[in-house]
């Protein structure tokens, strides 16, 4: 043993559609966070529940915020 606490790594895809008709699939990894039911997969929840809503931000091709 090193001594080091180490977590599982938390994983979740989840895959459907939306109000608006469009397919989409969204992925969650969270290294060292828990089990995947309780870390990962509220953050897929809320991405679906964001585009259902039309809530979410779409950011810049590059994926880096924009200075404005």
């Given at each position: 043993?090193?001594?080091?606490?180490?977590?599982?790594?938390?994983?979740?895809?989840?895959?459907?559609?939306?109000?608006?008709?469009?397919?989409?699939?969204?992925?969650?990894?969270?290294?060292?966070?828990?089990?995947?039911?309780?870390?990962?997969?509220?953050?897929v929840?809320?991405?679906?529940?964001?585009?259902?809503?039309?809530?979410?931000v779409q950011?810049?091709?590059?994926?880096?915020?924009?200075?404005?």
């Open positions: 043993k090193t001594g080091v606490d180490r977590q599982d790594t938390s994983l979740f895809v989840g895959f459907g559609g939306v109000p608006n008709g469009q397919q989409y699939v969204a992925t969650s990894v969270m290294e060292q966070s828990g089990f995947g039911a309780e870390v990962a997969a509220p953050v929840r809320d991405i679906f529940l964001g585009l259902a809503n039309n809530q979410l950011a810049p091709p590059n994926g880096f915020p924009l200075d404005e």
